[in-house]
């Protein structure tokens, strides 16, 4: 008899466990308000203290839509020109901003040791799709340009973000893919991205209920965000994968989404393009924000960093 149960790391499950104990109602029965809170609670709670950093300072840009407010990390005054990381908070486009990731962004700026500009992009439901995707559009030609308030010359853009914010970096990959910003995206990083409709997927059933992400939240997300299901921005799927940057891919084997970033990766697999992908065995959706309660997520977090390093010598190396 084969044992179809999916393996799940003690740590993982001892969190899981706590989570289950602890109660309280599912995201898609909270108001907007609560459950925004508790995407901060569980943040604050789960994951480690944020690093200190010798720069860490809030910016704003200029965007159609308004003012986008920014955050820009280093772990050093003072930098050569190089590339500059572009970070899109996750949260299904409803319930993330700068706090619920400032954690995670500190310390992908100290592994990569290159600055790190988060994008605060307007959410739904006040503001639906396509704003988000503009917003994160509009700030990384902005950091493209090297402005002057950025105090750093910006000669290739590594676009990263999870969840929500991992469908963002595809889908800003492929907007400058195909209108130029000043400079190219030299490596994406999607993190357990929405890169296809998760609906009808099986991982969508598998992981529905226990596992960080239900499927109520992801429809709840999806309802909010209200994207029409034949845009690219909304599900880069149906976008040009040959044009791709160099990209890292990262999905987590326990995680309702699942599915939908391995069909992205084997989309560009088919179209020939150069990527990495990794899948963390073992745990949940946002992962990298569960690091203090899930240890072992640290080591995971450090696997991606290790493998964006070695994309970027790669690329280097070999010039297209």
């Known amino acids: 008899m084969t044992d179809n149960t999916p393996f799940v790391r003690p740590d993982m499950k001892a969190f899981l466990d706590g989570l289950a104990a602890m109660g309280g109602p599912a995201i898609a029965d909270m108001s907007l308000e609560d459950a925004r809170a508790s995407y901060v609670a569980l943040h604050g709670m789960a994951d480690r203290p944020a690093r200190d950093l010798a720069v860490i ?14 955050r820009l990390y280093d772990a050093r005054e003072a930098r050569e020109p190089g590339p500059v990381i572009t970070f ?43 704003a988000a995707i503009d917003d994160c559009e509009a700030a990384t030609r902005w950091i493209a340009s090297s402005p002057e308030q950025l105090g750093r010359t910006c000669t290739g853009i590594i676009t990263i973000g999870d969840s929500a914010g991992g469908t963002a970096t595809l889908a800003v990959g492929q907007l400058l893919a195909a209108n130029a910003a000043n400079v190219p995206v030299v490596l994406q990083v999607p993190i357990f991205p929405l890169a296809s409709d998760a609906a009808g997927s099986g991982s969508l059933s598998e992981f529905a209920e226990g596992f960080v992400l239900t499927k109520a939240a992801v429809e709840f997300f999806d309802a909010a965000y209200a994207a029409p299901r034949d845009d690219h921005r909304a599900f880069p799927i149906l976008g040009d994968h040959a044009s791709a940057p160099p990209t890292v891919l990262v999905t987590a084997s326990l995680d ?4 939908s970033g391995r069909d992205y990766g084997t989309a560009l697999a088919d179209a020939g393009a150069d990527f990495t992908f990794v899948e963390m065995k073992g745990v949940t959706h946002s992962f990298t924000n569960l690091r203090g309660a899930v240890p072992s997520t640290q080591a995971d977090l450090e696997r991606m960093i290790a493998a964006m390093k070695f994309s970027l010598q790669n690329a280097a190396a070999n010039p297209a």
């Open 57 to 70: 300072r809030d910016l704003a840009c200029s965007s159609p839509g308004g003012d986008i407010p920014l």
């Open 88 to 130: 899109y908070h996750g949260g299904g486009f409803v319930i993330g901003d700068l706090e619920t990731h400032h954690a995670l962004c500190t310390e992908i700026a100290a592994l990569m040791d290159l600055p790190l500009v988060a994008v605060d992009y307007r959410r739904a439901p006040e503001c639906p799709f396509p």
């Open 256 to 259: 309702p989404i699942r599915d």
